[in-house]
């Protein structure tokens, strides 16, 4: 009964925003830290940013002052504000739920392709 589901992605010109939404349903989503995660083909997954149940927030320092993760309760939902991408963006991002009880829950994912 729970679901992970990711959405806005899509394909953008270096130097443009997007703005990545993740809803979560079926578990008590405020108690959760939770994040997001890419992976592009031929490299390692990497840990883009998280956000704990109290709003505390980390960022990699790859994204360092471009991405922005952000936490909204009422909604059930985490989003990732994208600005100024770059090519190396380019990756499937996966929001992810650190569940105390069933482990790290995940999204199909969505897909950020950024070129020109």
């Known amino acids: 009964q729970v679901q992970v589901v990711e959405s806005g992605g899509g394909l953008v010109q270096p130097g443009g925003s997007l703005r990545l939404s993740c809803t979560v349903s079926g578990i008590n989503f405020n108690v959760y830290p939770m994040g997001w995660y890419r992976q592009a083909p031929e490299k390692s997954r990497e840990l883009v940013a998280r956000i704990s149940s109290v709003y505390t927030t980390s960022h990699a320092d790859s994204v360092k002052g471009r991405f922005t993760i952000s936490r909204d309760n009422a909604k059930n939902t985490i989003y990732l504000q994208m600005n100024n991408l770059k090519s190396e963006d380019t990756a499937v991002y996966y929001c992810?739920?650190?569940?105390?009880?069933?482990?790290?829950?995940w999204g199909q994912g969505t897909q950020v392709t950024v070129s020109s």
């Open positions: 992810f739920v650190d569940h105390r009880q069933f482990g790290t829950l």
